[in-house]
């Protein structure tokens, strides 16, 4: 049984809290790692996007107002699951950046120890 991009997110915040232990090498593999899953995180979003979207213009059709049918299309499924991943996303997005803030730091200490 594969893991959802949700448990897999989960699993690398758990293992960068502490990247002191992981050494750069290890950090730069996660780096990697956390940008195919950032790819395929905007994959799922711009997918969850056109679903909404379809709801919405269904909606709009049946209540034949864009600002009942947005409010509808908001409080379906498609939405929630467009939201559930751009938080992700931005859980993801996070996690790039502070791993680059760590490597980084590390190089910079690498080039003070030798002069």
Request: overall charge neutral; some cysteine.
């Amino acid at each position: 049984m594969s893991e959802s991009i949700r448990e897999i997110i989960a699993q690398k915040a758990l293992l960068l809290r502490d990247v002191d232990t992981l050494g750069p090498g290890k950090a730069a593999e996660e780096l990697v790692a956390l940008s195919s899953i950032l790819s395929s995180l905007n994959k799922e979003i711009s997918d969850c996007r056109y679903w909404f979207n379809l709801k919405r213009l269904g909606l709009l059709k049946e209540h034949g107002s864009f600002t009942k049918a947005t409010v509808y299309a908001e409080a379906s499924q498609e939405y929630k699951d467009w939201k559930d991943r751009e938080v992700q996303k931005d859980a993801v997005v996070e996690m790039i950046r502070s791993v680059k803030y760590y490597l980084r730091g590390v190089e910079q200490e690498m080039k003070e120890s030798k002069y």
